[in-house]
């Protein structure tokens, strides 16, 4: 079976071959095609998995190209984690954002729309190119906004596109272990868009054990997510959000603390991967020890910010473990190729499973997957003040969408000044106009 990794270059694919090499059943993946339009950045990963391969026998062959229609012929999965503009452009889609001051952060607000108005024509163009080269192919989508581009590639590829993403199941693995109940075992009830959702229950042998950890101070300030919203707020929702909630619910505190840090999320892992990628020019480099501990690094800083206003300090060791959106992905291939029926939160469209959205709006939630492909499961309706938040978030992913395709100044506007922490089109307009001066692929947005 053939994986093809589109963004074979990036940082995080070792992670994916990692989960790879630990599979040894009937049927698994025995080639990967790497992908990527940067040959230096497929050099050095691909020296980081022969170095992860080195004492695994029947590891799967590994082939790296930068022509795409040759990555594409013959696969049976397609891996997106492309990064249109690279870490730069994240790094320019936080500053811009900060200047004006609201939330600079590469999914959720200004910084998101920013990177999905650059990421749009690119995924469309990917998915038609599968559709023509590789029409049996299941495509697996991690490219962010996952949720956004998940729904983008499914106008092309229909339900054959399924995104993922590893924090829920990291946040659901989190709370079991809390409660000490076995995380494998644990039913998670989650629902919402992708970087906006809530566990609402986690049940263990058909009981829900959350409102245990609710109604208990010292269990929720045992965790990450538990010390980052605290007890008060969590009671008073009787969920637990997703960590990128709290952009949301602490917003004016996220972005002082933004714009006082000395340099954004996305400049550090600029910095530190570029620093990577050089000093893997040099073959004397132990690849896979160089990229270990870049990778700690990298996972021990990750939203420092938001720990700082909530004034819980570092991470803890039992919060670095995410969810593992590698292991996501192969819990997802193993279902739909060898019809082990499973359940996985996944982004997929909606069908009837919340009623305030349309049919064709991709959602995160419980999925049954199998040989068919992946299935919401029947939800509860979301409580009002959910409600708000997914369907203003919604409509700023279409007017993403509009957009991307039309080219039209007067959508891209529309979706900054619709989101809910961009508040006023005066901002809107100005924060186009910044994008526009730094990324010149957008230049096309200035059609009436």
Not at 3 to 16: H, Q
Not at 126 to 154: C, D, H, K, Q, Y
Not at 161 to 180: E, K, N, Q, W
Request: charged content about 25%.
């Amino acid at each position: 079976m053939k994986l093809t990794i589109l963004g074979g270059g990036g940082f995080r694919v070792p992670l994916v071959y990692g989960a790879l090499l630990a599979d040894h059943a009937e049927g698994r993946v025995t080639a990967v095609t790497l992908y990527d339009t940067d040959a230096d950045r497929l050099t050095a990963v691909a020296r980081v998995l022969a170095d992860q391969a080195a004492t695994v026998p029947d590891a799967p062959a590994v082939n790296a190209t930068t022509d795409l229609d040759e990555a594409l012929r013959g696969a049976d999965f397609v891996f997106s984690a492309i990064r249109v503009g690279g870490l730069a452009g994240r790094a320019a889609d936080e500053r811009v954002a900060l200047d004006e001051g609201v939330l600079g952060q590469e999914t959720v607000g200004a910084g998101g729309i920013a990177y999905g108005l650059r990421t749009v024509p690119v995924a469309v163009d990917l998915a038609r190119r599968v559709a023509r080269l590789a029409p049996n192919a299941w495509v697996i989508n991690f490219t962010n906004p996952a949720g956004l581009v998940t729904e983008a590639m499914s106008r092309h590829l229909g339900d054959r596109v399924i995104g993922i993403c590893d924090s829920p199941v990291g946040l659901g693995r989190r709370i079991a272990r809390v409660l000490g109940a076995d995380p494998d075992r644990a039913r998670i009830d989650y629902v919402g868009l992708n970087h906006l959702g809530w566990v609402r229950a986690l049940r263990v042998d058909g009981r829900d054990e959350l409102p245990r950890l609710l109604a208990h101070p010292e269990l929720l300030g045992s965790f990450e997510e538990g010390r980052l919203f605290g007890a008060d707020w969590l009671r008073s929702l009787g969920a637990v959000p997703n960590e990128y909630l709290h952009y949301y619910y602490f917003n004016r505190e996220a972005v002082r603390a933004y714009q006082d840090a000395e340099q954004t999320r996305g400049a550090f892992l600029r910095e530190q991967q570029e620093g990577f990628y050089a000093r893997m020019k040099d073959p004397a480099v132990p690849a896979l020890r160089a990229w270990d501990r870049t990778r700690a690094e990298r996972e021990a800083t990750y939203m420092s910010e938001n720990r700082e206003v909530a004034g819980v300090g570092e991470r803890d060791e039992s919060d670095l473990e995410s969810g593992g959106y590698e292991k996501v992905a192969l819990a997802l291939m193993r279902a739909v190729a060898r019809n082990e029926r499973t359940s996985l939160i996944l982004n997929v469209r909606n069908r009837t499973t919340l009623s305030v959205l349309d049919a064709d709006a991709v959602i995160e939630v419980p999925c049954l997957v199998d040989a068919n492909g992946a299935r919401p499961v029947a939800v509860d309706p979301l409580p009002y003040h959910a409600v708000g938040l997914v369907t203003a978030v919604k409509a700023v992913e279409r007017a993403v969408l509009d957009a991307a395709e039309s080219g039209s100044r007067a959508a891209a506007v529309k979706a900054f000044a619709l989101h809910p922490l961009v508040d006023s089109v005066t901002v809107a307009g100005r924060l186009l106009d910044g994008y526009l001066k730094a990324h010149p692929q957008l230049a096309h947005l200035n059609r009436p």
